[in-house]
């Protein structure tokens, strides 16, 4: 996992090309399902970095155990 995510980054660091792009879009649709067009233009706004799960969806909120009367 390590070669695939160091592989990865060294190739989003050069430049976004054609084939990088491409690249792009295929990771995010295998990799976010539903949220693979957010998770692209993501990517592409941020030189490849991936979108975080709250960034995806949102920060957690923990309502915690109390019952709601």
Known sequence: ?????????SWMKRGMTDSHRNQLLTWAK?????DWEYAYQFMLKNHGQAPTHAQLHGPRINLGSKEVA
Do not use: A, D, V
């Open 1 to 9: 996992m390590t070669h695939l995510i160091s592989g990865l980054m």
């Open 30 to 34: 295998t990799e976010y399902g539903r």
